[in-house]
């Protein structure tokens, strides 16, 4: 049976995860009906202040590890995802950061393969 791309908004505001104090920032519960597995593709806005590290994981899954960012303009980060199968309901999305600076996420999308079923 053929599958088709389907997306869901985690967030659509901005949100800044600090250094110092709390680093990490954990996004509302996200439900993925009809996920058949990967890949699929998480998408956000990134802005960072300072020489941060990112970690990115959805379900306990590192995604992205301590991916070192720079100072600049607004960007778009896109992260296909091959390494873990996505959960109909009840999925978590993390993000968490290390070293100097901040960084704001926003616009924070995930697409991912439905069963046409």
């Not at 949100?15 to 998480?42: E, M, Q, R, Y």
């Not at 607004?74 to 999305?93: A, F, P, V």
């Amino acid at each position: 049976m053929p599958n088709f791309t389907d997306f869901v908004i985690i967030q659509d505001h901005g949100i800044t995860i600090p250094h110092g104090g709390v680093n990490d920032f954990h996004f509302d519960p996200f439900n993925a009906p009809g996920a058949v597995g990967p890949p699929s593709i998480l998408t956000f806005r990134l802005k960072s202040t300072g020489r941060p590290q990112l970690t990115v994981l959805i379900n306990n899954v590192a995604l992205v590890t301590d991916a070192q960012l720079e100072p600049g303009p607004d960007r778009s980060w896109h992260e296909t995802i091959t390494q873990l199968r996505l959960e109909q309901t009840g999925n978590l999305l993390d993000m968490a950061i290390r070293g100097n600076g901040s960084v704001t996420v926003s616009d924070v999308v995930l697409f991912y393969q439905r069963s046409a079923e």
